[in-house]
């Protein structure tokens, strides 16, 4: 058997009947894609609605009975949280959770104006200390920069949330410059790469955690998220 296996993934032969039956695999795109739009959406509410109460209820009594516990959650007081996107949306939410539980915060965004705004809600919230820098994470530099302002000021790091994106709705048949795309994986990827690896070494010294917010976009394709799902 000599399957070879072709730029997209085909092997010879699955090539050979895509070619020798376009109308067949246009069919079955079309039946992957009505049950992606349809089908699924519904099936994730409901396995939610299912699913959340039993978690939260679990988490109530973890919290009830046993402090810490893997279910309550770490012990944030004293440490430091390094958060990318902080300055709206979902990274500007996980700034008010961390500062509830006591962690000194670094918000990395573009606007400088928003992420002041945001610092002043967390220390009214609870955190000792916001240290805010503007910078973009699609330029290595800037991300090396404040990741070492970061420790230079604090001295430590436990957190690094890598939350800064953007989101864009294409298919791909429809890019007609692929240069103009590549702003997308600059930001979407190596945002979340830059800024993890000047980060590691002080993560391992605090045996810390990287969380990166993803999306549901990345294992479930979408015909209008080709990069965004990437
Ligand atoms: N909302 C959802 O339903 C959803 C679902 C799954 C995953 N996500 C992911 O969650 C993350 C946050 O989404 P969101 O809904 O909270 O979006 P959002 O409200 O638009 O927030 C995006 C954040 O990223 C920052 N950002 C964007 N480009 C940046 C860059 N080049 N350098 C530095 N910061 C940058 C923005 O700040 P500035 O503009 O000030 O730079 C902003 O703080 C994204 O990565 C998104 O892909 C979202």
């Given at each position: 058997?000599?399957?070879?296996?072709?730029?997209?993934?085909?092997?010879?032969?699955?090539?050979?009947?895509?070619?020798?039956?376009?109308?067949?695999?246009?069919?079955?795109?079309?039946?992957?894609?009505?049950?992606?739009?349809?089908?699924?959406?519904?099936?994730?509410?409901?396995?939610?609605?299912?699913?959340?109460?039993?978690?939260?209820?679990?988490?109530?009594?973890f919290?009830?009975?046993m402090?810490?516990?893997?279910?309550?959650?770490?012990n944030?007081?004293?440490?430091?949280?390094?958060?990318?996107?902080g300055?709206s949306?979902?990274?500007?939410?996980?700034?008010?959770?961390?500062?509830?539980?006591?962690?000194?915060?670094?918000?990395i965004?573009?606007?400088?104006?928003?992420?002041?705004?945001?610092?002043?809600?967390?220390?009214?919230?609870?955190?000792?200390?916001?240290?805010?820098?503007?910078?973009?994470?699609?330029?290595?530099?800037?991300?090396?920069q404040f990741v070492?302002?970061?420790?230079?000021?604090?001295?430590?790091?436990?957190?690094l949330?890598?939350?800064?994106?953007?989101?864009?709705?294409c298919?791909?048949?429809?890019?007609?410059?692929?240069?103009?795309?590549?702003?997308?994986?600059d930001?979407?990827?190596?945002?979340?790469?830059?800024?993890?690896?000047?980060?590691?070494?002080?993560?391992?010294?605090?045996?810390?955690?990287i969380i990166?917010?993803?999306?549901?976009?990345?294992w479930?394709?979408?015909?209008?998220?080709?990069f965004?799902?990437?």
């Open positions: 058997m000599d399957a070879h296996v072709g730029m997209n993934g085909l092997d010879s032969f699955s090539m050979r009947v895509a070619l020798a039956h376009p109308s067949k695999c246009r069919a079955a795109m079309d039946v992957i894609h009505k049950f992606i739009h349809l089908v699924l959406p519904p099936v994730i509410v409901v396995t939610l609605c299912l699913i959340l109460p039993f978690i939260f209820t679990m988490k109530l009594v919290s009830l009975i402090r810490p516990s893997p279910l309550s959650g770490e944030m007081s004293g440490k430091v949280v390094l958060i990318t996107g300055s949306g979902i990274g500007e939410h996980l700034a008010y959770e961390y500062a509830k539980g006591g962690a000194s915060l670094v918000l965004a573009r606007r400088e104006n928003s992420l002041r705004e945001v610092a002043r809600k967390a220390v009214g919230l609870g955190s000792p200390d916001v240290l805010v820098v503007g910078a973009d994470v699609s330029k290595v530099d800037e991300c090396k070492e302002a970061a420790v230079n000021h604090f001295g430590r790091l436990d957190h949330v890598c939350n800064a994106g953007i989101i864009s709705f298919a791909f048949k429809d890019v007609t410059s692929i240069a103009s795309c590549t702003s997308l994986m930001i979407n990827f190596w945002g979340s790469f830059y800024p993890t690896y000047f980060a590691v070494p002080h993560l391992k010294r605090s045996k810390g955690k990166v917010n993803a999306s549901s976009s990345g479930m394709g979408s015909p209008a998220m080709t965004y799902g990437v």
